[in-house]
């Protein structure tokens, strides 16, 4: 095994006395292993955030393509996953939070709709770093997402945070489909959140044989394909 295998190989396992070593012995920080990725890729992933910290002291681009693909950014795959700790030492080092990758991505709205109700420490720490919390991905803001996902908590949190309430987040509320009981039931939740002035806030007046949505974490695997 070379020297890069080897650094790729310590930063995905979290093993920051091996990723020194490698250092050490002269191994190019952002060189890709024989997998194409690089160690700052995979350990922003891994959420390892002393490995991360350790690869950028030692010069690794805080806003190379990442991703089994490329089409990523380090600070996308940190959000996604919610690795705030990953997250803040990328933001520290520099890395812009707008658009981002090939794909577009926005951190801000990975890390508030990825898994079931997103990761509000992360959104906390991108939108205090200056990201705007109006930002748009794929003509949708977080809020729109979250919105259409049912996530009622990141909803009043983002809302909280200043994001601009519309109907097109009630709208995008409305989008679940009449099979699913609860899912109804969310919807209904949702739409009782005052989110656009002036809007309808009843949760009878809910929209009810509207598509499904897809997840932007899925999307983001299907697309880079």
Same mark, same amino acid.
């Given at each position: 095994?070379?020297?890069?295998?080897q650094l790729v190989r310590s930063a995905d396992a979290g093993d920051v006395i091996s990723v020194a070593r490698q250092l050490e012995l002269g191994a190019a920080v952002d060189v890709p292993g &024989?997998?194409?990725? &690089?160690?700052?890729?995979?350990?922003?992933?891994?959420?390892?955030?002393? +490995?991360?910290?350790?690869?950028?002291?030692?010069?690794?681009?805080?806003?190379?393509? @990442?991703?089994?693909?490329?089409?990523?950014?380090?600070?996308?795959?940190?959000?996604?996953? $919610?690795?705030? @700790?990953?997250? %803040? @030492?990328?933001?520290?080092? $520099?890395?812009? &939070?707008?658009?981002? =990758?090939?794909?577009?991505?926005?951190?801000?709205?990975?890390?508030?709709?990825?898994?079931?109700?997103?990761?509000?420490?992360?959104?906390?720490?991108?939108?205090?770093? =200056? @990201?705007? +919390?109006?930002?748009?991905?794929?003509?949708?803001?977080?809020?729109?997402?979250?919105?259409?996902? %049912?996530?009622?908590?990141?909803? /009043?949190?983002?809302?909280? /945070?200043?994001?601009?309430?519309?109907?097109?987040?009630? &709208?995008?509320?409305?989008?679940?489909?009449?099979?699913?009981?609860?899912?109804?039931?969310?919807? =209904?939740r949702i739409a009782a959140v005052p989110l656009g002035a002036g809007a309808t806030t009843g949760a009878e007046q809910v929209v009810r044989h509207l598509p499904e949505q897809d997840d932007p974490?899925?999307?983001?695997?299907?697309?880079?394909?």
């Amino acid at each position: 095994m070379d020297v890069a295998d080897q650094l790729v190989r310590s930063a995905d396992a979290g093993d920051v006395i091996s990723v020194a070593r490698q250092l050490e012995l002269g191994a190019a920080v952002d060189v890709p292993g &024989t997998g194409g990725r &690089t160690a700052l890729d995979v350990a922003a992933g891994r959420g390892h955030a002393d +490995v991360v910290r350790l690869l950028i002291a030692a010069g690794a681009d805080p806003e190379q393509r @990442a991703g089994e693909y490329e089409e990523s950014t380090p600070l996308c795959l940190a959000a996604i996953r $919610g690795h705030t @700790a990953v997250v %803040g @030492a990328l933001l520290d080092a $520099g890395a812009r &939070t707008g658009a981002q =990758g090939r794909m577009g991505w926005v951190p801000l709205v990975l890390a508030a709709t990825a898994g079931n109700e997103g990761y509000p420490e992360t959104v906390d720490l991108l939108l205090d770093h =200056g @990201a705007d +919390v109006n930002a748009v991905m794929k003509r949708k803001t977080a809020l729109d997402w979250a919105a259409g996902f %049912g996530q009622i908590p990141m909803v /009043r949190h983002l809302l909280s /945070r200043g994001a601009t309430p519309s109907a097109k987040a009630l &709208t995008n509320a409305c989008e679940h489909t009449d099979r699913d009981p609860e899912c109804r039931q969310t919807t =209904g939740r949702i739409a009782a959140v005052p989110l656009g002035a002036g809007a309808t806030t009843g949760a009878e007046q809910v929209v009810r044989h509207l598509p499904e949505q897809d997840d932007p974490e899925t999307e983001v695997k299907n697309q880079a394909q």
